[in-house]
């Protein structure tokens, strides 16, 4: 056999050891991105107005307080806008990672970083359009 030849059984063979540290890089940011996201949820179900199922007014006849927040946390809706940049940031980078590493016909794009990317992204243009003047 001359030297330089690839044997049909070469051409395919599989190089890789494993997870490499780019393929745990974009884990890891997806994982910082989604733990932000759901941080940002909590956040946003503490910071919207507080409601109960019961009428106010009943509650004051029966002598009971009622001491609802009528109105957003603002202060809570900036971290929910920090957090949600904070997703959208660890998205981009873990897709600018994954886009250096496709090399091969079987690397594709990670499917929960451009969701974690649209989700956060959407986050902050509500909090944009909503934001009081």
């Known amino acids: 056999?001359?030297?330089?030849?690839?044997?049909?059984?070469?051409?395919?063979?599989?190089?890789?050891?494993?997870?490499?540290?780019?393929?745990?890089?974009?884990?890891?940011?997806?994982?910082?991105?989604?733990?932000?996201?759901?941080?940002?949820?909590?956040m946003f179900d503490l910071a919207r107005p507080q409601e109960t199922f019961i009428d106010p007014r009943?509650?004051?006849?029966?002598?009971?307080?009622?001491?609802?927040?009528?109105?957003?946390?603002?202060?809570?809706?900036?971290?929910i806008f920090y957090a949600m940049v904070l997703g959208l940031t660890a998205s981009v980078a873990g897709l600018w990672l994954n886009r250096h590493r496709l090399r091969r016909r079987d690397d594709h794009y990670r499917l929960y970083l451009i969701v974690l990317g649209i989700i956060s992204f959407a986050g902050i243009l509500l909090y944009w359009l909503k934001l009081p003047a």
């Open 58 to 79: 009943l509650l004051e006849r029966l002598g009971l307080p009622s001491s609802l927040r009528p109105y957003w946390d603002l202060e809570l809706a900036r971290y």
């Open 1 to 42: 056999m001359r030297k330089g030849v690839l044997k049909k059984r070469d051409i395919f063979r599989e190089r890789r050891r494993g997870e490499d540290i780019w393929l745990l890089l974009m884990r890891l940011f997806g994982i910082v991105g989604w733990l932000c996201l759901f941080a940002a949820l909590a």
